[in-house]
C-alpha cells in the first residue's frame, strides 16, 4: 500500500523519518473488514480496551498499594477510605477484572462459533490463547496482594499445584514461595510480576493485531472476502460501531462499579490473611471455576498410582487449555462458520452449556453429586474437542455456502463498492 | 600462509571450515555464560539466608491434657501435636498397612506413642485441615479433615481417603526432656 501524503508538514516530517501516521492510517482507517460483521466482533477491541483501563488504574494503585505482609491489607484498605478517589480506581480495577474474562471469554466463543480459528488464523488464535494464559497469571497473582483470607489460601492452593510435578516439585514451589510458605516473599515478588505482566500481555496483543491485520477478520458467513465489494473501511464504519458497542459496554461495567462493586467478590477477602487458619470453603474468583472443576475433578490414580490423582488433576487443568491450540488441526471441517454446520452448531451450544455446568461445579464444594458432575462436565469438555469436533469434521455435511459476503448480505446480491457508497 | 588469515573459506564445498568452528565456540562459550549470568536471577527467588535461619521452635508439653491438640507454628506453618488417648494409639496402630495409600506404620510416624507431632498442611495443596478445635470435623477416621478437597487423615496423621497423595509430614523433633520438645 502506498504511503498517504499528508497535509500537515509537521505530521509529513515525522511520518517520512517513523511512518507511525502512515501505520496508523493502514490498520486503524484504510483497513478493509468484512461488511458483515455482527455485534459479536465489537469484543476483541472492548477487552484492548479494558486492558488500556487496568494498566490506567493500576498504574495509579500500585503508588498507594505496599507489599508487605503486616502493611499490604491495611494499605488496600487505605485506599478505599482515605486516598482521594481510591475507591473508585480500586473497584475499576477489580471489576475490570471480572469484565475482562467476560468480554474475552465471548471473543472467544465467537471464534469457536464462527471457525476463525482455521486456516490461515491459526497463529492468531493461538496467540490467543497465550494471551489468556497470561491474563489468568496475572489475575491470579493481583487477586494476591490484598492479602485477604481468599488471597492468601487461593495462593497457597495454586502454588501448591506445582508440588505435583514428579521428583523437583518440592523445589520448585519453595522457589516460587521464597521460603517455606506463601509469605512476605511470595507477595512481593507477585506484586512485580503483576506489574510486569501487563505490559506482555500489551505485546501478546500487538502480535494477535499483527497476525489479524495479515489474514483479515473472519466474518459471520466464514467465507474469504473475495474482493473490494465484500469490506468496507474500517473508519469510519467500525470505528463508530466498536464506540457504541463502547456505550453499552461501560454501562454494564459502570454499573457493577457504583452499585454492586462486591458482586464478583468472596466477602471472606476482607478477612486479613491468617496463616492458621484455612477458610471452610475456598473457591477462586469465579473466571476460574470451570477449571478448578476440572482439578477437581481427578479423583483417582492412573497407570496403579504411577500418575497420582494430584498430577493427573492438574494436568488435566492445563490441558483444558493447552487443548486450544491444537484446535485449528483438530477440526478438519473446511467450512468456518457454524451457519453452515447444522451438526457443530448444536454441539456447540451443548458446550456453552458444559462450561457453565463446569463452573457451578467449581462454585460448590467437592461433596456428594457435584463430584459426578464436575467428573461428566469434564469428560465432556475433553470429549468436544478430542472426539466430537474430530468425528464431526468427517461425518457432517454441511450447507451450502454463499458464492461471496456481497451475495449473501446485499438486496440484489450484487457489491457495492463501499467507498463509492459512503460518499 | 595464506590460508591461515583468510577470512572466507577458500573451498566452500569442503565441508567444516576453521570459521565454523570460531562460531560455534563462541556460540557455545556465549550460550555457557547467559545460562550462568541468568542462574543470580533465579536463586535470588529461593530462599533467602534469614528466612532459612528460622529459629528452631521449642514447646513446653506439660499443660497438654490426654485428648488435647494444640498447634504450634514452625516455618510459618502449623504444626499439630495430638497428646492421643489410649483408643487412638490402639486404632492407630491396628491399622492393616496394606489398607493404607501411604503405607506407614504408625511406630514409625512417633517418637512416644502418646505424642503425635505433624505439619499441619494437607499434602494436598496446602490447606490446613480441620480437627484441631474441639467440635471441628475430624473426619471418619478420627484425625483430620481438610475442608478444601475432603481428604481425611487418621489418628496417625496418614491419608486415608481423599485427593491428598501423602501422610501429613512428621517434622524432625527431638524430646529436650520428658515432656518438652524442640521442632527444626
Known sequence: ?423 | MAEMVSTSPPHPDEGETRRDFLLIASGVVGAVGAGLAVWPFIHSMNPAADTLALASTGVNLEPVQVGQRITVVWRGKPVFIDHRPEADITAAQDVDLSKLVDPEPDSARVQKPEWLVVVGVCTHLGCIPLGQKSGENRGPYGGWFCPCHGSMYDTSGRIRQGPAPKNLVVPPYQFTADTTIKIG
Open chain 1, 1 to 423: 500500500m502506498e504511503a498517504p501524503t499528508w497535509k500537515n508538514p509537521v505530521i509529513g516530517w515525522i511520518d517520512r523519518r517513523l511512518p507511525v501516521f502512515t501505520m496508523m492510517q493502514h490498520d486503524l482507517v484504510d483497513y478493509p473488514t468484512p461488511k458483515n460483521l455482527n455485534y459479536w466482533w465489537n469484543f476483541g477491541s472492548l477487552a484492548g480496551i479494558v486492558l488500556v483501563i487496568m494498566i490506567a488504574t493500576g498504574v495509579v494503585l500500585a503508588m498507594q498499594y505496599t507489599p508487605h505482609v503486616g502493611h499490604a491489607f491495611e494499605s488496600v484498605e487505605r485506599i478505599m477510605r482515605d486516598v482521594n478517589y481510591g475507591w473508585l480506581l480500586r473497584y475499576l480495577h477489580m471489576n475490570g477484572a471480572s469484565m475482562f474474562f467476560i468480554v474475552v471469554y465471548i471473543h472467544m466463543f465467537r471464534g469457536l462459533y464462527y471457525g476463525s480459528y482455521k486456516a490461515p488464523r491459526e497463529l492468531l488464535w493461538i496467540i490467543g490463547v497465550f494471551i489468556l494464559l497470561a491474563m489468568m497469571a496475572t489475575a491470579f497473582m493481583g487477586y494476591v496482594l490484598p492479602w485477604g483470607q481468599m488471597s492468601f489460601w487461593g495462593a497457597t492452593v495454586i502454588t501448591n499445584l506445582f508440588s505435583a510435578i514428579p521428583l523437583v516439585g518440592e523445589y520448585i514451589v519453595t522457589w516460587l514461595w521464597g521460603g517455606f510458605s506463601v509469605d512476605n516473599a511470595t507477595l512481593n515478588r507477585f506484586f512485580s510480576l503483576h506489574y510486569l505482566m501487563p505490559f506482555v500481555i500489551f505485546a501478546l496483543v500487538f502480535l494477535h493485531l499483527v497476525a489479524l491485520h495479515t489474514s483479515k477478520s473472519n466474518n459471520p458467513l466464514g467465507i474469504d472476502v473475495k474482493g473490494p465489494q465484500d469490506t468496507i473501511p474500517f473508519t469510519p464504519y467500525y470505528t463508530v460501531k466498536d464506540m457504541f458497542g463502547l456505550g453499552v459496554f461501560m454501562i454494564v461495567y459502570l454499573g457493577f462499579v457504583f452499585f454492586a462493586p462486591n458482586f464478583f467478590g468472596e466477602p471472606d477477602n476482607y478477612i486479613k490473611a491468617n496463616p492458621m487458619v484455612t477458610p471452610p470453603h475456598i473457591v477462586p474468583e469465579w473466571y476460574f471455576l470451570p477449571f478448578y472443576a476440572i482439578l477437581r475433578a481427578i479423583t483417582f490414580d492412573l497407570f496403579w498410582g504411577l500418575i497420582p490423582a494430584k498430577l493427573l488433576g492438574v494436568i488435566a487443568m492445563f490441558g483444558s487449555i493447552i487443548v486450544l491450540m491444537f484446535l485449528p488441526w483438530l477440526d478438519r471441517s473446511p467450512v468456518r462458520s457454524a451457519r453452515f454446520r447444522p451438526i457443530y452448531k448444536q454441539f456447540f451450544w451443548v458446550f456453552v452449556i458444559d462450561c457453565f455446568l463446569l463452573g457451578y461445579a467449581g462454585a460448590n464444594p467437592p461433596e456428594g453429586y457435584f463430584v459426578i458432575l464436575g467428573q461428566v462436565a469434564t469428560a465432556y469438555y475433553f470429549a468436544h474437542f478430542l472426539i466430537i469436533i474430530p468425528l464431526l469434521s468427517f461425518i457432517e455435511r454441511p450447507r451450502p455456502l454463499p458464492a461471496s459476503i456481497s451475495a449473501a448480505v446485499t438486496a440484489k446480491g450484487a457489491g457495492v463498492p463501499a467507498r463509492s457508497a459512503a460518499e
